[in-house]
């Protein structure tokens, strides 16, 4: 398939499609030429951007996707083969942080990052891999963190969902060679979007919020790192992306 920029006419899953890095990729996936078929459980959210897009002269559509649900995370890959034909990449990004200290024992909020930001991700490869095994083609993308390669005081568990994304993530590197599918794992630092609205702990909270609205940086840098991976050409497989606000420190 010959596409301008490798990323024209191309069918892109993705979770998380909201808000934050999950809306920026959309935007800018679609504007380069993608069809973006967007996932999460805020339909109002997700319609509208998919209406934006299309008014925009883009192909979009909005299927609501809780990827906690491994059905639903089906429903949302295979309505976007029904429509478009194929999958040629899934960004699988939806997820949380709510930080805390492991001695605050907040254990419905472990149970919620193990099951969005672990699971979900599993869930988004166990729907799409079948498709790009029997396509010979295929592009995962896969969302980690700064805190996948960094742990401290606070984010225990946060980090361990993220360390998991990339070990999951390089094991699939090496498992789909057979099938010509790239695997690319993200891993941004502090970026502006809703993410630290999910922490309850006061104290962390505060600090968290403190430390964003000092460093963080615009959700496009997620963007563009991507459309950065997708573009190059079918025979390059960008594995790994870090990349931090550059006043960032750890
Ligand atoms: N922002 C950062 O500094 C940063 C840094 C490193 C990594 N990340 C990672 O980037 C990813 C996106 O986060 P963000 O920063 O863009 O935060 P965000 O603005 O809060 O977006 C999170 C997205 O995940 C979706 N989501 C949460 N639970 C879900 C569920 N059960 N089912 C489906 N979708 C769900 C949300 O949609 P609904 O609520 O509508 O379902 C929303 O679209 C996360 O994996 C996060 O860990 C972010």
């Excluded at 993608?34 to 934006?52: N, Y």
């Excluded at 492991?102 to 166990?126: Q, T």
């Excluded at 941004?188 to 809703?194: C, H, N, Q, Y």
């Amino acid at each position: 398939m010959a596409m301008r920029n490798n990323i024209e006419g191309k069918v892109v899953v993705i979770t998380g499609a909201s808000s934050g890095l999950g809306e920026a990729a959309a935007r800018l996936l679609s504007a380069e030429g993608a069809i973006v078929v967007l996932g999460a459980r805020r339909a109002d959210r997700i319609q509208a951007l998919a209406g934006e897009l299309t008014k925009r002269g883009g192909k979009a559509a909005a299927i609501v996707t809780d990827v906690t649900q491994c059905d639903q995370v089906q429903k949302l890959v295979d309505a976007a083969v029904q429509a478009y034909g194929r999958i040629d990449v899934i960004i699988n990004n939806a997820g949380l942080m709510p930080q805390s200290l492991l001695e605050s024992l907040k254990i419905d909020e472990w149970d919620r990052m193990i099951d969005v930001n672990i699971k979900g991700v599993l869930y988004g490869i166990a729907a799409a891999l079948p498709y790009m095994q029997r396509q010979k083609a295929g592009h995962i993308i896969n969302v980690s963190s700064v805190a996948g390669h960094k742990v401290g005081p606070g984010s225990s568990v946060y980090a361990a969902t993220k360390y998991a994304v990339r070990a999951l993530s390089e094991g699939l590197r090496q498992e789909v060679k057979p099938y010509n599918i790239r695997t690319t794992v993200i891993s941004p630092g502090a970026v502006a979007t809703e993410l630290p609205n999910t922490i309850t702990d006061a104290p962390v909270g505060e600090r968290i919020k403190n430390f964003y609205a000092d460093v963080a940086i615009p959700a496009d840098s997620f963007a563009r790192a991507v459309v950065f991976a997708m573009s190059q050409p079918d025979d390059v497989d960008v594995n790994e992306i870090l990349f931090r606000p550059t006043r960032q420190e750890i």
